[in-house]
C-alpha cells in the first residue's frame, strides 16, 4: 500500500487561507468517504482536526474544513493564526479492513 | 476521562523483540478498536493495524504481517504490539490511537503519547 501523496511543505501569512491536498487513487481516497486529517505539533501526538471528510470533531475551530473530489481529498485553513503551524496528515481507508496516511505536509505561518 | 498510556522508551539490538504497552481508563476498553502507528525520526505517520479488543481479531498492514503481532489482556484493558527481527530503520516512536467520539472507525481521536523504540548495536 502506498502512502498517499501530499505537498512536503505550504505557507501563509495570517489571516489568509492555505489548502492542502491529498492525492491516493481510487483504492482508497477515491473509493470510500473515510478521509481524515491531523494536525502534529513537534513532540506531540497527532491531533484529529477532520474525520470522514468533511466531519469536525468537537472543539476543533470551524476554520478548519476538509473536502473531496474524485481521487483528491483537501484540508483547507482559512483565517491562518500563528498557531496553526504544524504538520498535517491524511488518513484514508484501503480496504481490507487498512489504512493509509499521506508523507506529511509542512505549513509554515509567515 | 479516556486515556491511553503506553509503555517507556526503549534500546534494542538488532535481531530483538520489543513490546509496547498501552493501558487504557475512562472508557470500556472492549468497545472499540485499537490501532498502533508508527513515526520514524523526521518522518511521516505509518500506519500499523489494528486489534479488536473484544474478539481479539487483528488486521495488519501487509508491510508488518510477518513480524508484528497485536494483542490484549481485556482483564487489565491493555493493548500490546510486539515487533520481532527488530533492525535500525524501526527506530521510531510508537503510538496507540483509538477511534472514540470521532463517530468513525477509521478516524483516531484519542492517542496515546508515544513510546520511542530505538534500535541500535
Known amino acids: 500500500q502506498s502512502a498517499l501523496t501530499q505537498p512536503r511543505s505550504v505557507s501563509g501569512s495570517p489571516g489568509q487561507s492555505v489548502t492542502i491536498s491529498c492525492t491516493g487513487t481510487g483504492s482508497d481516497v477515491g473509493g470510500y468517504n473515510y478521509v481524515s486529517w491531523y494536525q502534529q505539533h513537534p513532540g506531540k501526538a497527532p491531533k484529529l482536526m477532520i474525520s470522514?471528510?468533511?466531519k469536525r470533531p468537537s472543539g476543533v475551530p470551524d476554520r478548519f474544513s476538509g473536502s473531496k473530489s474524485g481521487n483528491t481529498a483537501s484540508l483547507t485553513i482559512s483565517v491562518l493564526q500563528a498557531e496553526d503551524e504544524a504538520d498535517y496528515y491524511c488518513c484514508s481507508y484501503a480496504g481490507s479492513y487498512t489504512a493509509v496516511f499521506g508523507g506529511g505536509t509542512r505549513l509554515t505561518v509567515l | 476521562q479516556v486515556q491511553l498510556l503506553q509503555s517507556g522508551a526503549e534500546v534494542k539490538k538488532p535481531g530483538a523483540s520489543v513490546t509496547v504497552s498501552c493501558r487504557t481508563s475512562?472508557?470500556?476498553?472492549?468497545?472499540?478498536?485499537m490501532h498502533w502507528v508508527r513515526q520514524a525520526p523526521g518522518q511521516g505517520l505509518e500506519w500499523m493495524g489494528w486489534?479488536?479488543?473484544?474478539?481479539?481479531?487483528?488486521t495488519y498492514a501487509q508491510k508488518f504481517q510477518d513480524w508484528v503481532t497485536m494483542t490484549r489482556d481485556t482483564s487489565t484493558s491493555t493493548a500490546y504490539m510486539e515487533l520481532r527481527s527488530l533492525k535500525s530503520d524501526d527506530t521510531a516512536v510508537y503510538y496507540c490511537?483509538?477511534?472514540?467520539?470521532?463517530?468513525?472507525?477509521?478516524?483516531?481521536?484519542?492517542w496515546g503519547q508515544g513510546t520511542m523504540v530505538t534500535v541500535s548495536s
Open positions: 486489534i479488536n479488543p473484544h474478539s481479539g481479531v487483528t
Open positions: 470522514d471528510v468533511s
Open positions: 475512562g472508557y470500556t476498553f472492549t468497545g472499540y478498536y
Open positions: 490511537a483509538s477511534p472514540q467520539f470521532s463517530g468513525s472507525p477509521w478516524a483516531f481521536d484519542i
